[in-house]
């Protein structure tokens, strides 16, 4: 036990992801529970230099479980990166007499995180807040259902005009280094062709396919590419490429872009934010620090924040073959 903390402050940095104002409020709320006081730091790390705290009471985040963003704003701080700023970051906190900081972010933020713990044996937790889904040590991240379900509705509607028009649709959505949003969004919304950055099938094979797709007699098709497939050919040279070669498609690209990461948290991110926050400030009160509170098999779990960051999220094979079935 921490019998010393008596003071928790919390922040959100780096991209914002739904969920990451329901998890400040079960932090806020959870330490209020447990008789601790709570600060929040406003534009994350850059708010720790600047000093941008404010006390709040379980009050203060009334109504914001269902608000996409971060109430609490994100920066990205350059000052935090260089010894001075995080002296400067460490002073305030000192000031304030916070005795533990949580985290919610993606592996940057928890990189910033684990420097400031070393140097100052200051107590961090972390709490995974990215639409990627690509930490290591959660099987899900906050924003990231919300994500899916967002690229899913959208891929419905561009569905609707791909059939009304017999055409053929590259539709690309976020992840330059992790499939996981490309792979589920694509299963849910049907995709003929799913691109990841985990696994390269090459051009022919996307030919093959879009040739079959035609001579079964589909009236639409949708390609899914993650920004960070490997290809070699960004989207639009992609659906060049394929006019090139199958001239019998009209084909159109859609970038999906920021509104993957805006809009409410759905109820599966809610609950895993609320889950989270609880668990971040009874791990702070049982004296854990310098870790990142996940979810395995719907059970919370605690990893050391080097391993977060530093270990691997593999995406799941079985959704290839899935996809391979399914897109006949
Ligand atoms: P996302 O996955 O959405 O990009 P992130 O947390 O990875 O989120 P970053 O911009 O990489 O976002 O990191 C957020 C902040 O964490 C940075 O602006 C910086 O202040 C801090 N940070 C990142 N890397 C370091 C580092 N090596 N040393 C100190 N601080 C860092």
Redesign the pocket.
């Known amino acids: 036990m921490n019998e010393t903390l008596k003071r928790i402050a919390v922040l959100t ?3 914002d ?1 739904p969920g990451m104002n329901a998890a400040v409020r079960a932090v806020v709320r959870s330490s209020m529970f447990y008789g601790l006081e709570c600060f929040v730091v406003y534009q ?3 708010g720790l230099i600047d000093g941008n705290f404010e006390k709040f009471t379980a009050r203060s985040v009334n109504n914001i479980i269902n608000k996409g963003g971060t109430i609490l704003r994100s ?4 000052e ?2 260089t010894p001075e700023g ?1 002296k400067k970051a460490f002073a305030n906190l000192q000031n304030n007499q916070i005795d533990a900081l949580v985290v919610i ?8 995180a684990m ?1 400031f713990q070393e140097e100052f044996k200051f107590p961090v937790i972390g709490i995974p807040g ?1 639409i ?1 889904n690509d930490i290591f040590g959660t099987q899900y991240t906050l924003g990231y259902d919300t994500a899916i379900n967002t690229v899913v509705e959208v891929i419905d509607k561009i569905r609707d005009t791909a059939s009304s028009h017999n055409r053929l649709f590259f539709v690309e959505v976020m992840g330059r280094d992790a499939g996981h949003i490309a792979l589920n969004s694509g299963i849910g919304a049907g995709a003929e062709e799913i691109l990841i950055p985990e696994e390269n099938r090459g051009l022919e094979q996307l030919l093959e396919s879009l040739k079959n797709s035609e001579k079964s007699g589909k009236s639409s098709s949708i390609v899914v590419v993650a920004e960070g497939d490997k290809t070699g050919k960004n989207v639009f040279e992609l659906a060049s490429y394929v006019e090139q070669n199958l001239p019998y498609y009209e084909v159109r690209v859609s970038v999906l872009g920021h509104m993957q990461r805006g809009g409410a948290p759905s109820c599966f991110d809610r609950v895993l934010a609320s889950r989270m926050g609880v668990h971040a400030v009874e791990s702070l009160k049982s004296g854990k620090s310098n870790v990142m509170v996940g979810v395995m098999n719907d059970q919370m779990q605690l990893t050391p924040l080097e391993k977060a960051i530093k270990g691997k999220s593999e995406i799941n094979q079985n959704l290839l073959r899935v996809t391979d079935i399914l897109s006949i």
């Open positions: 940095s780096g991209g992801s994350g790390y850059q920066a990205r701080s350059l935090f990166r995080r972010g993606g592996d940057g933020s928890f990189t910033g420097i990215t990627d």
